[in-house]
Every structure is written in structure tokens, then in C-alpha cells.
């Protein structure tokens, strides 16, 4: 019998089989059942491929035998047959095998996610054990093994909040139209797995498999115009309707659980341990795209998306609270209700059965409920008014429209009316049922649904600033020092005389920034989250942003948070919020909060992954110090990405790596992109990922991990100096190392394809800093070199073991969890390598007199390699037990990226020589649209050149 009958008694049974216990068998299954659910999908996929391209099928079989055959043997040999297989492939030809490998890619890819969700589930069943703590199994620590009092966990929770902001830079590659295909397919597998089937079930549930396997081959995976913002919001909010808005509250009940389990309460309604933010129509550094219509439309969209998704719960509710007994205060609200809608008094009433449907005091709780569902219906009207009337005042319209909703606290008191009326008269128990989630809902995603975030660089606001003095013929802004222009900031800023002229005269950027604050005056304060600058780098960027507020109109102040990115940026960030929180008008302002970003890809860019790493680790240290002199409580935000590269990593090992003491109780982080899928495109997983980031901030707060010793501390310090060194000698200083990098990889053809409405360049021309990090780590991700993960790795380790420091390296990745997460990424991230591929890359594409510098780094990388694998005392890449489930899912992904990396190098050639005018085809084939074509298939997580994230 094969494992996929097995899983129709679920997961449990084929656990059951197991000897030594069910941890000791997951490992077995899961692995069984990952290659036979490739094979599943793979299977299906070829029978549909074959039934259009019959003739085309059998080379597509040859091509994917070939490409195992060179990954079990990694022989030169079986590595030439895969060329010269691909090769005798006709142009038109070429494009229909990217296309199926990329679509193969994609459905392995699925295979992992259903795994990945079998497992969660499982683990949340105790049928198996992960290494990373669930929010239970923290609280279980927390009191059993170290003591502490349950109350002051119950507490140390209710006070907790994760913000969790989703930015779409870069989007996700791979478009809606075929996200919500493999949604599909992914719960029909999942059904596949743990429903016990007829046979004639099974049959249609295999056929609807590729009905849907078939409508995604013949749906076109390219996008042929780039993403606008709104796009971009649009795909981001699909997650709150899919798992986030419905998964939170039953993520909440699994917390009372869990909570009662320790002898403590449910949590408050009230309680809001998650907020979500966006950066979708707001970030508008260096995006000409996001403009302040842009804003007030996605901030609208997101406005909408709330009223339509709370309007269904209410709905709901009207039908399901039939209870007549009520405390007074109910009964008297519904009394009103029903008076006043006798005298006319509510002209948003549209339904006439209304009063006759649930018209009666017997019925207060339908009286006041469907009181609320039709003024949300009324919000919903108003809105979408807004959208077709772009120059009427969001905020002013809805404070005025007597029938709908501007805030959600208008929602929330007739609800919690509600609910203490069903616990007065002895109904708790329903209370705390259906009506508790939608509370819950209501208190969490409000009117809002995720709060956006706006973004400018700080010279941006520097320049309206200058606009203003220079104007007034107070002196320029931009020449005065730092001291000057603080002082003439502070001075403003208590002043009550406005300062910006109405007359003006106005370049168009300054027109953009000023427009920028009067706009975001019009909006909902509740749809605004935090004011981001990046390249922050001194007090008045942030004094500078809190006058232009001022100035603008905006009556509720956005919290202005300074990013600090580059290693410069980093070491200056101290003294900033130094100046900052010395000064008493901010000190009073902030109120005792501030929260500061820190920006993990440009600062992997300018000084490489190590030092970066470091430079991260000790500014959380100090800015966590300079607040706690000043009394003021620190939110870090955390500017990840999905790559190792751009700071990606496990969350909740990249949480209890942080320093001590610098998360307490609050985290903000990004989700990045195609993270967004990852993270909470199944309803498991995103559950997980909720518990995962409560456990792991809880934890941090109140169990964090021990301060390094100080020789570990002096050993990162010297290997920060060294591998930047390392990095920078190359990457800025070596004449050869751009031009290498732009043939050797497809960073150029990066920024021509419609994968985000963002350039790939803040500036239209210039050096590697002007490139953005997404684009350097993606074209050095998409030949499978990931050099600015390493490089200055194996020149810091090896001065350390030079100087006879091996041993102090060991002990410090076994009792340190910041240099073991650190080394644990960079294995994985050698393990993802390849540098043969990254050979026929520079064979193919790159001058020869540049090939001495291509072998200087694949000498480099193999020793970075060898010396992490020394200092983790590993065997070779991937060989502990717990890597070994990784390690299969990189062996089963690899013969499908291999055929997709060698006609990348087809298509880029093709396109090079066309471009530089040489003769391609002499058959009349035009080869332009069919390598344009080719570049555009995007296979996801490992290369091509339409895959853009590496991750986790």
C-alpha cells in the first residue's frame, strides 16, 4: 500500500507505524510523502504537457532524466548531455521547456508548502516535535523550567504586540491568476490526504488536481505591463481575506487555551498581540509611481476591504444571536434603535423588510447587530463614492455622513454591549463563542484593516524645507550645519504662526513632498501608521518630518521613524536619538515611546553579510541603552527580507538571536514580497507564523538569552573588521568587479521585467550604490553563487584559526544563538550554491580577461565553505539530522532549476548579442520575442531569471 492510501487516516496512522515513537518516524514520512507528492504533481502535470505538445513531451522527459542523472552524479559528463540535449532544441521549442519546467517548479514548490502545513498541523497534535517553540509550549517553559509566575506572563502577553508589515518590494513574482490556481490544488491535496475517499472521491478529486494543473499551463504566467501600487495592494490584501482576518481570532482561542492551561484568564477583548501595517502605496522612496493619489486610493481600497469583511461576520452574527433575554442596557439600545427608525431617523436603512425581519425588542441583540451590518453597509457606499470622487476629503466626508462608520470604536461599543449583556444574564458561554472572534476582529483590523506606512528618503524632505527658508529669505536649509538646522526646527516647531507660505513656488519634488503631508491630513488617522525616512542619519531628519506635518495640517501626528541602513548609518544612529531624547520638546512629544527601524539589505550591500550582521546586532544594543537613560521604551523595526542576503531567516530563531533586552514586549518586522505567500498563503502555516512570533517575542521578553562573553564579543569585532575588508576590496575597490558582475549575471535584464512597479535603481545611472539590495541579491541569487551572503566570510574565519582561535570559534556557535543562526544561514545558503552553474555562467557570458577574477571568488567561496564547516564541526553541507529534510528538498528541487539555468544563459546570450549588433539566425527567426519570452518565466525561490526570492 502506498503512503498516499495511508494518508487517508491522516497523518496519525502512518505515524503509528513507527517502532521508535512518532519524533523518531516524521523525519521517514515526511520525506516519503514529499517525493511522492512530487511525483504526483510532476506526473499530472506531463500527462496535460503531453496531451498539447505530444512530440515535445518525450524531450522534456529526456531533459528532466538527464538533469537527475547530473544531480545524483555531478559528473562534467552528464552535465555536458543536459547542454547539448538543451541545445538541440529549436527557438520556439525553447520557450515551451522553460515554461514546464517553470510550471513544474512551481507545483514542487506547492509540494513543500502541503508538507510544510501537514507538519504544523501535526505538531500542534503532538504527533510530532519541532525545534522551534509554540506559544504553549513556551508558556510551559516559562513557569516549569524557570519559575516564573503565571500572572506576570499573563501580563507580560496582554501588554505584547507584533506588528507585522507587509511591503511588496520586490512583488510577488508569480501572478494572482496562478496563485489561486495552486491555492486550489493545495486543498485538494490536502483533501487528497486526510479525508477518507470513496474511490470514486479519490478520481475526482485527482481530476479536478489537473483541471486546475491545466488551467495554469494554459493561463500566461507573464506579466505583460508592471504592477502599479494599487496592484501591489490589492495582491497583499487578498491574504487578510484568505487566512489572516478568519486565522487570527482562532489563533487567539488557541492562546486562552493555552492561558488556562497555566491557570490564567482568557485574554482581554481588548488585547491586540498582532497589528498589521503595509508599505504598498505608501513607500515612495525613490518610486515615482506612489503619489498622493496613489495613497489615498490603496488607503480607501484597504478601508473597503475592512467594511466588506466585518459587514460578512455581523452578518452572520444577526442570524446566529437569536437569544431574547438581555441585561436593561441591551433591551434600552434596541428600544432606541427601533424609535428611531419609526420616526425616520435613519435614512442609511435601505432594506425594506428590515423592520419587519428583525424589528422586535424580543430580539434586541438581532435589533442592534442588524443596526450595525446596514450603517457598514452605508460605510461601504460612501467609500466607493470616495474612490470615484478623487478631491473630496476622505476624513471630512465620513466624519459627516451621519449613516456611516469613520472610526471602529462606534463598532466595537454596541458589540461589547452585547457581550456583557449575554455574561450578565448567564450566557457566557455564548458570549464567548462567535461574538468574542468578531470583537476580536473588529479590535485588531478595525475599519482599516492594515495600517499604511509612508516612506521618503530623508534629502527629500531636507529640499522642502530649504524651499521654505530660502523663500522667506531666512538663509538655505541644506547649507546650515546640524546644530543650526535643529534649532531652527525646534524653534518652529513650538512656534503657532504657520511657516509654509501659500505662495510658495514649488520644484516638482518639493510640489510631491507637500502634497505628500496635505493629503495624508485628509485621511482617517486610523488608516496611518508610522512616518519611515530612510537614509536617516541625523536629529533633524526626524525633526524635519514633524514640522512638515505640522505645516500640512495633520492634526493626529504619524510617528516618525528613522532608518538607519548603511554600516555608516548604523554607528551614527546612537548619537541621533541621543540628540533626540535630550532635547525636551521631543522627549514630551514621543510620550515615551519611539520606535526606530533598521534596514538589513542595504546595510548587507555596503558592507556584506557578516559585518552587517554585526553592525545590527551592536546598534540594537545601543539604541536599546540611549532609550533606557531617557526612560523611553524601544520598538525596533526590523527591515528584513526573504534572502539570507536581505536578513531572511527563521523567525523565531531570528528573534531569540537578537540581543538581550532590546525586544521588550513590542517587534515590528517586515514581510517582504513573495515572503507574504510563504508566511500566510495556507491557513497552517499562517497560523504558525502568528504562534511562532508570539512565542518567540514572549520569550524574548522575559527569558532572554545571556549576554555574550566579552573574547566572543572582541572575536566578532575582528572578523566584522576583516570580512568587510574582504568585501569592500571587491566590491568597491576591485576596477574588474562591475563589469563582471553586470555580464555575469542578469542584473540588467532584472530591471526591464514586470515583477514590481518599483525601478530597480534609485538613480537612473551610477555604481553599485545606487543599485537596490533586492536586485543585487536577486541576480547573484539567480546563478546560484549568493556571493554577498559569503564573501568576507572565509577571509575573517581564517585570520581567527590563523591566530589559533578555532576552538574559540566552536564554543561560540555552540552557546551563542547569534553566531549559530549566523553559521546555520550560511551552510544552507552553501548547500543552495552551486559552482558549477556558476562556471558555465562565466564560461558563456563573460569576457575572458575576466575569468581571473570569476576564479579568485570560486576559490574564495569553496575555503568560506570548507572553514564554516570547520568551525560548526560538520561533515560536509547539510549532514546533522536535523538539516536532513532540507537537504531532500533541495536535492528534489534541483533537477528542475538546472535545465531553467542553462537556458537562462541561451536567452542572455541571445539578447547580449543582439543588442551588441551581432548576426544571431540567419533562418528568418527573429529570436528577440522568443528571449524577451523566456526571460520572463519567473520559477520562484531558485534561479531564472524571473525568480527573484531565495528563501527559507
Known amino acids: 500500500m502506498s503512503l498516499l492510501s495511508t494518508r487517508r487516516d491522516g497523518f496519525a496512522t502512518a505515524l503509528s507505524m513507527s517502532k521508535d515513537g512518532p519524533s523518531a518516524y516524521a523525519l521517514e514520512v515526511n520525506q516519503a510523502l514529499l517525493k511522492e507528492d512530487d511525483d504526483l504533481l510532476r506526473q499530472t502535470f506531463l500527462s496535460v504537457f503531453r496531451h498539447h505538445h505530444p512530440q515535445l513531451a518525450n524531450k522534456v522527459d529526456v531533459i528532466f532524466a538527464l538533469s537527475q542523472a547530473w544531480c545524483m552524479s555531478e559528473s562534467d559528463d552528464d552535465f ?417 504662526r504657520p511657516l509654509l507660505p501659500a505662495d510658495l513656488p514649488m520644484s516638482e519634488e518639493v510640489a510631491d513632498v507637500i502634497g505628500t503631508f496635505k493629503m495624508l491630513a485628509t485621511l482617517p488617522s486610523d488608516s496611518l501608521g508610522a512616518y519611515i525616512i530612510s537614509m536617516a542619519h541625523t536629529a533633524s531628519d526626524v525633526l524635519a518630518v514633524l514640522l512638515l506635518q505640522k505645516e500640512c495640517g495633520i492634526r493626529e501626528t504619524l510617528r516618525v521613524v528613522p532608518l538607519f541602513e548603511t554600516l555608516d548609518d548604523l554607528e551614527y544612529a546612537e548619537t541621533a536619538m541621543e540628540q533626540l531624547f535630550g532635547n525636551a520638546w521631543y522627549h514630551a512629544h514621543i510620550a515615551g515611546a519611539q520606535e526606530c527601524m533598521i534596514g538589513y539589505s542595504d546595510s548587507g550591500k555596503d558592507a556584506g553579510r557578516l559585518a552587517a550582521a554585526w553592525g545590527l546586532y551592536e546598534v540594537q544594543e545601543r539604541l536599546a541603552a540611549v532609550a533606557a537613560k531617557y526612560d523611553v521604551h524601544l520598538t525596533l523595526f526590523h527591515g528584513r527580507g526573504g534572502t539570507v542576503g536581505r536578513g531572511g531567516g527563521p523567525a523565531h530563531l531570528a528573534i531569540l538571536s537578537q540581543p538581550p533586552k532590546t525586544i521588550s514586549g513590542t517587534l515590528r518586522v517586515t514581510v517582504q514580497g513573495e515572503v507574504m505567500e510563504q508566511q500566510f498563503g495556507e491557513k497552517e502555516i499562517a497560523f504558525r507564523t ?27 569585532r575582528e572578523m566584522s573588521r576583516t570580512s568587510c575588508e574582504a568585501y569592500r576590496a571587491v566590491v568597491r575597490h576591485d576596477p574588474r568587479f562591475i563589469e563582471y558582475f553586470q555580464t555575469l549575471t542578469p542584473v540588467n535584464e532584472l530591471g526591464r521585467m514586470n515583477i514590481g512597479s518599483r525601478p530597480a535603481k534609485r538613480k537612473a545611472h551610477g555604481s553599485i550604490d545606487t543599485l537596490r539590495a533586492i536586485p543585487w541579491i536577486f541576480a547573484w541569487t539567480q546563478i546560484r553563487f549568493h556571493l554577498p551572503v559569503w564573501l568576507g566570510m572565509g577571509q575573517a574565519l581564517r585570520a581567527m584559526i590563523d591566530a589559533g582561535k578555532l576552538e574559540l570559534l566552536q564554543d561560540m556557535y555552540q552557546n551563542w544563538m547569534f553566531f549559530r543562526v549566523t553559521l546555520d544561514m550560511l551552510e544552507m545558503v552553501f548547500a543552495k550554491a552551486d559552482p558549477r552553474v556558476v562556471t558555465m555562467y562565466q564560461r558563456q557570458l563573460v569576457d575572458a580577461g575576466l575569468h581571473a577574477l570569476g576564479d579568485e571568488l570560486l576559490r574564495t567561496f569553496y575555503e568560506a565553505e570548507e572553514l564554516v564547516l570547520k568551525v560548526m564541526k560538520h561533515k560536509g553541507l547539510l549532514s546533522s539530522s536535523s538539516t536532513a529534510f532540507l537537504q531532500q528538498k533541495l536535492q528534489l528541487r534541483a533537477p528542475y532549476v538546472a535545465p531553467l539555468n542553462i537556458l537562462q544563459v541561451y536567452c542572455l546570450k541571445t539578447i547580449r548579442d543582439i543588442e551588441a549588433g551581432k548576426e544571431v539566425d540567419e533562418s528568418g527567426y527573429n529570436p528577440v520575442p522568443a528571449a524577451v519570452a523566456l526571460m520572463s518565466r519567473d520559477p520562484e525561490k531558485t534561479p531564472f531569471v524571473g525568480a527573484v526570492e531565495d528563501t527559507l
Open 690 to 716: 502568528m504562534d511562532l512570533y508570539t512565542s518567540a517575542v514572549l520569550e524574548a521578553t522575559l527569558a532572554p538569552m545571556e549576554e555574550p562573553q566579552a573574547v566572543w564579543r572582541e572575536a566578532m
Open 80 to 496: 555536458d548531455m543536459l547542454v547539448k540535449r538543451l541545445e538541440t532544441l529549436k527557438p520556439d521549442e525553447h520557450i515551451l521547456v522553460a515554461s514546464a519546467f517553470s510550471q513544474l517548479l512551481n507545483l514542487h514548490n506547492l509540494t513543500e508548502e502541503i508538507v510544510t502545513a501537514r507538519v504544523e498541523k501535526a505538531a500542534r497534535l503532538g504527533e510530532v516535535e519541532q525545534s522551534t517553540r509554540s506559544t504553549n509550549k513556551s508558556l510551559e517553559r516559562l513557569v516549569n523550567e524557570l519559575g516564573q509566575n503565571p500572572e506576570d506572563i499573563f501580563k507580560a502577553l496582554c501588554r505584547q504586540r507584533v506588528d507585522i508589515v507587509f511591503t511588496a518590494h520586490p512583488t510577488q513574482a508569480i501572478r494572482q491568476s496562478l496563485l489561486k490556481k495552486y491555492q486550489k490544488i493545495r486543498s485538494e491535496m490536502d483533501a487528497l490526504h486526510n479525508t477518507r475517499m470513496t474511490p470514486y472521491e479519490r478520481l475526482e478529486c485527482l481530476d479536478e488536481i489537473k483541471s486546475q494543473i491545466q488551467a495554469a499551463w494554459r493561463t500566461d504566467e507573464i506579466r505583460r505591463k508592471k504592477p502599479t501600487p494599487q496592484d501591489e495592494s490589492r495582491q497583499g490584501l487578498s491574504y487578510f481575506h484568505d487566512t489572516i482576518f478568519h486565522g487570527l481570532p482562532v489563533f487567539l482561542r488557541r492562546i486562552d487555551t493555552a492561558l488556562k492551561n497555566i491557570g490564567q484568564p482568557m485574554l482581554p477583548l481588548d488585547t491586540k498581540l498582532f497589528n498589521f501595517g503595509a508599505w504598498m502605496g505608501g513607500d515612495r522612496d525613490g518610486n515615482p509611481f506612489v503619489t498622493a493619489a496613489t495613497t489615498r486610493d490603496v488607503v480607501l481600497g484597504a478601508r473597503l476591504s475592512a467594511t466588506m469583511l466585518l459587514q460578512s461576520q455581523i452578518s452572520r452574527l444577526v442570524y446566529e444571536l437569536s437569544v431574547w433575554r438581555a441585561s436593561d442596557e441591551l433591551t434600552a439600545a434596541a428600544a432606541r434603535i427601533l424609535e428611531a427608525r419609526k420616526d425616520g431617523l435613519y435614512a442609511h436603512t435601505t432594506r425594506e423588510s428590515y423592520e419587519t425581519e428583525f424589528g422586535s425588542v424580543r430580539e434586541p441583540f438581532r435589533v442592534v447587530l442588524s443596526e450595525i451590518r446596514e450603517r457598514l453597509n452605508s460605510t461601504s457606499t460612501t467609500l466607493r463614492y470616495l474612490m470615484s470622487h478623487p478631491h473630496l476629503n476622505v476624513k471630512e466626508t465620513l466624519d459627516n455622513d451621519p449613516g456611516a462608520y469613520s472610526d471602529a470604536e462606534a463598532i466595537i461599543t454596541p458589540l461589547m454591549l452585547c457581550y456583557d449583556s449575554l455574561v450578565a444574564t448567564g450566557d457566557s458561554t455564548i458570549a464567548f463563542s462567535e461574538l468574542t472572534d468578531v470583537i476580536r476582529q473588529a479590535q485588531t483590523f478595525g475599519l482599516h484593516l492594515c495600517q499604511l506606512d509612508i516612506r521618503q528618503e530623508s534629502t527629500k524632505h531636507a529640499e522642502a524645507i530649504d524651499a521654505i527658508t530660502t523663500y522667506l529669505g531666512l538663509g538655505s536649509f541644506n547649507a546650515w550645519d546640524e546644530a543650526q538646522r535643529t534649532a531652527f526646527l525646534l524653534k518652529e516647531l513650538e512656534e503657532r
